[in-house]
């Protein structure tokens, strides 16, 4: 049996305003039943300030926590950062704590004042053609910019991965994870971050993990591009491929919905796979500055 007793999915939005459709959360038990979506406490879109309130002080008892963002940036690869900033910061927890001390003033947890910074923009590709100078760095070469080591692995299962340093396109992720990273730093600790805070889970209370939820649609069955779904049908037959019952939801769905109503399931199904906690690849240099996706092994 797990040491987990809950295993709860957040489908994340890097989007500059105070409520978001694009947030989904989904929480399941290990007692086998269909994972539920967590209503907003007023009933209303949830907020990046009412989901660091729901980790901070409304998690049930050993939650395994899976946030759909990335929770650094590449390191590896050019040895910081931000090479060639003097400021550029040493680990993950001091870029959490970079980049919300620059978004002081941003309101709802936006992350517009880094990516707008006289500096940081020189490294990431923004709207209007505004690519930075530095967003191609030595020896990163592909077109999507620079990869953590964990973005590497989810490639090679068939993912198509894009940088965090990208904030253009249906598809990129850096807004969300500039974003969360904001969420993160104002946990202060409170529930640990895999493997950000230590190679191995600690054995007991709840933990944060980062997820891709094209993983989890893998996993159940599903090509890679082709993850997302937008029906009841499509969600409970990758229900059922991960053991879960049907979601008793019915008609057309959002994917953000969906997205995390199958990775809460799939979170519980694979929390005591030991391959995907040691993962080929992740030293203690790689986890406390790049981090990993749970699942990426």
Known sequence: MSRFR?????????AARARH???AIALCGRNG?????????DHCHWSREGVLALLRGGLPADTLVGLD????????????FFP??????????????????????????????FVDHPIASAYFRRHGGREGPRFHLAPA????????????????RGCKPYSNFNLVGAAQVGKSSLTGMRLLHRLGGHVPVWPIDGLAPPAGGSLIVEIYTTIAAVAAGRLAGRAKMHDARELDTALGALGSPPSGLMGALDDHT?????????LRR?????TLWQPAGLTTDIARTEGWTFGAA
């Open 84 to 113: 060639g900033w003097d400021e550029s910061p040493a680990d993950a927890r001091a870029l959490w704590a970079m980049i919300d001390a620059v978004c002081r003033d941003d309101p709802h947890l936006a992350a517009t004042s």
């Open 33 to 41: 039943a269909a994972p539920v979506l967590l209503p907003a406490p």
């Open 69 to 80: 963002l990335g929770i650094s940036l590449p390191f590896a690869d050019a040895g910081a």
């Open 270 to 274: 694979h929390a005591d796979d030991a």
């Open 141 to 156: 070469e592909h077109k999507r910019g620079r990869f953590r080591l964990t973005e590497a692995a989810q490639a090679a």
């Open 6 to 14: 809950h295993f709860m999915a957040i489908d994340w939005s890097g």
């Open 21 to 23: 459709k694009g947030i």
């Open 258 to 266: 969906t997205d995390a109503i199958l990775t809460a399931a799939w």
